[in-house]
């Protein structure tokens, strides 16, 4: 299982998701959707996933597709996370592929529920995006379309809520 030292470095990357976002100006239009998308692993380092966002009115056929998105990397949520994403691979040096295994479960576990928390906040009205001019239905979740339909479901799923997801369509 993850040890401690692990755990605390994704403490920390919450804290510094949190954060940039609130700095993060309010981009220009009304946003619909973030998301997280194109997490790497190649079993020697563990890569920050890139994170983006779109606004009505640039959805076209890529609704829920973050690389054809307005904002498809936010750099500054990236610089923010690196320096914890490279303590991780080197807290993981050495370990064999089932310990990377669990780590990328971890990581999945990890953001589903940032994300979910993160959704509950702005339905509540607060949290680090409320100063973005957001659309009623706005969500934030995971839309990795590498890992496959199932896997892709899942993750939104996982992130978004069931519910939600089928009703906006993601799945």
């Known amino acids: 299982m993850l040890q401690k030292e692990l755990e605390a470095l994704f403490e920390d990357m919450e804290i510094r998701i949190h954060s940039t976002l609130q700095r993060l100006p309010a981009p220009e239009g009304i946003v619909y959707a973030c998301g997280f998308w194109l997490f790497y692993c190649d ?8 994170f983006a966002y779109n606004t009505v009115g640039n959805e076209n056929d890529t609704k829920w597709s973050p690389a054809e998105w307005v904002v498809e990397v936010e750099d500054e949520l990236t610089e923010a996370l690196n320096p914890l994403y490279e303590q991780v691979s080197s807290l993981m040096a050495d370990k064999d592929d089932q310990d990377w295994e669990a780590l990328i479960e971890y990581q999945w576990n990890f953001y589903s529920k940032v994300c979910m928390s993160l959704n509950k906040s702005v339905k509540q009205g607060g949290g680090p995006l409320a100063h973005w001019n957001l659309i009623e239905n706005f969500v934030i979740g995971i839309f990795e379309e590498r890992e496959g339909d199932d896997m892709y479901d899942f993750l939104v799923k996982t992130s978004v809520g069931e519910k939600t997801a089928i009703e906006l369509g993601i799945v």
Do not use: E
């Open 43 to 50: 079993y020697t380092t563990l890569g920050v996933p890139c």
